[in-house]
Protein backbone atom coordinates (compact mmCIF):
# COMPACT_ATOMS: atom_id res chain seq x y z
CA UNK A 1 0.00 0.00 0.00
CA UNK A 2 1.82 3.26 -1.13
CA UNK A 3 1.80 5.63 1.82
CA UNK A 4 -0.83 8.48 2.18
CA UNK A 5 -0.44 11.40 -0.40
CA UNK A 6 2.55 10.29 -2.53
CA UNK A 7 1.73 9.58 -6.19
CA UNK A 8 4.09 7.18 -9.01
CA UNK A 9 4.86 10.12 -11.10
CA UNK A 10 5.24 12.96 -8.67
CA UNK A 11 7.86 15.54 -7.93
CA UNK A 12 9.22 14.41 -4.23
CA UNK A 13 12.25 15.66 -1.77
CA UNK A 14 14.30 13.31 -0.17
CA UNK A 15 15.68 14.89 2.95
CA UNK A 16 18.44 11.75 3.50
CA UNK A 17 19.52 12.11 0.26
CA UNK A 18 18.92 15.75 -0.17
CA UNK A 19 17.70 15.74 -3.38
CA UNK A 20 14.49 16.05 -5.35
CA UNK A 21 14.02 13.23 -8.34
CA UNK A 22 10.38 11.81 -9.62
CA UNK A 23 8.86 8.65 -7.75
CA UNK A 24 8.71 6.04 -10.18
CA UNK A 25 7.59 3.12 -7.78
CA UNK A 26 7.08 1.46 -4.74
CA UNK A 27 9.46 -0.89 -3.86
CA UNK A 28 7.92 -3.22 -0.62
CA UNK A 29 8.59 -0.59 2.39
CA UNK A 30 11.15 1.73 0.00
CA UNK A 31 10.14 4.30 -2.96
CA UNK A 32 12.45 4.65 -6.13
CA UNK A 33 13.25 7.95 -6.78
CA UNK A 34 14.99 8.62 -10.58
CA UNK A 35 16.46 12.04 -11.57
CA UNK A 36 16.06 13.27 -15.04
CA UNK A 37 19.66 12.11 -15.36
CA UNK A 38 18.76 8.44 -14.91
CA UNK A 39 20.41 8.08 -11.58
CA UNK A 40 17.80 6.53 -9.01
CA UNK A 41 17.67 5.47 -5.48
CA UNK A 42 15.25 3.83 -3.03
CA UNK A 43 14.48 5.87 0.24
CA UNK A 44 12.10 5.71 2.75
CA UNK A 45 8.70 6.91 2.78
CA UNK A 46 8.71 8.73 5.84
CA UNK A 47 11.92 11.14 4.67
CA UNK A 48 10.24 11.78 1.65
CA UNK A 49 8.04 14.83 0.94
CA UNK A 50 6.78 17.01 -2.01
CA UNK A 51 9.07 19.15 -3.80
CA UNK A 52 8.22 22.38 -3.47
CA UNK A 53 7.83 24.84 -6.48
CA UNK A 54 10.99 25.64 -6.38
CA UNK A 55 12.73 21.82 -6.30
CA UNK A 56 10.57 21.30 -9.22
CA UNK A 57 11.72 23.68 -11.13
CA UNK A 58 15.35 22.35 -10.49
CA UNK A 59 13.95 18.87 -11.96
CA UNK A 60 13.70 20.89 -14.83
CA UNK A 61 16.42 22.48 -15.40
CA UNK A 62 18.65 19.23 -14.79
CA UNK A 63 16.28 17.82 -17.20
CA UNK A 64 16.90 20.32 -19.65
CA UNK A 65 20.89 20.49 -19.29
CA UNK A 66 21.08 16.89 -19.51
CA UNK A 67 18.80 16.57 -22.77
CA UNK A 68 21.27 19.19 -23.88
CA UNK A 69 24.36 17.37 -22.92
CA UNK A 70 23.15 13.94 -24.37
CA UNK A 71 22.63 15.77 -28.11
CA UNK A 72 26.35 17.65 -27.71
CA UNK A 73 27.71 14.31 -27.11
CA UNK A 74 25.32 12.40 -30.03
CA UNK A 75 26.72 15.00 -32.44
CA UNK A 76 30.28 14.83 -31.61
CA UNK A 77 32.19 12.65 -34.00
Same mark, same amino acid.
Given at each position: ?????????? *????? *???????????????? =?????????????????? =????????????? *? =????????? *? =????
Amino acid at each position: MPPAGLQIGM *AVYDS *AAQMPGTLTSFEGRLI =RITRPTGFSWDAHPHRVR =RATPWERRQLQAI *A =RLHEQRQRA *A =RASP
